[in-house]
């Protein structure tokens, strides 16, 4: 069983920046993908961004160019940053390990709002 413990959130300005983390149970160079996924009240779940084992990355529209997604695999960490925030990026975030035998592993969430 791999555990994944997500931290960072809180509340922040618009314009403001929070940078999410992921701790995971396991060696992080064993995951074929780790995601971060967003879900807001009343809406689905979504993708945000996402970073393979070869450090490919990949974002949703709506934070390319703000969010960045990386890892490190000496701490099994993987982190969310997220610059020029908005109210509408105001959600629960949630990590996501993703194994190449199509186990998926989730994390509680952290609370992310942006709000004035």
């Known amino acids: 069983q791999v555990q994944l413990v997500e931290s960072g959130g809180g509340l922040v300005q618009p314009g403001g920046s929070l940078r999410l983390s992921c701790v995971v149970s396991?060696?992080?160079?064993?995951?074929?993908?780790i995601n971060w996924y967003r879900q807001a009240p009343s809406k689905q779940r979504e993708l945000v961004a996402l970073i393979t084992d070869s450090d490919h990355t990949n974002y949703s529209n709506d934070v390319k160019g703000r969010f960045t997604i990386s890892r490190d695999v000496t701490t099994n960490k993987a982190y969310l940053q997220m610059n020029s925030l908005k109210p509408e990026d105001t959600a629960v975030y949630y990590c996501n390990a993703q194994f190449a035998s199509g186990t998926v592993y989730w994390g509680q969430g952290t609370q992310v709002t942006v709000s004035s």
């Open positions: 396991t060696r992080i160079s064993n995951i074929y993908r």
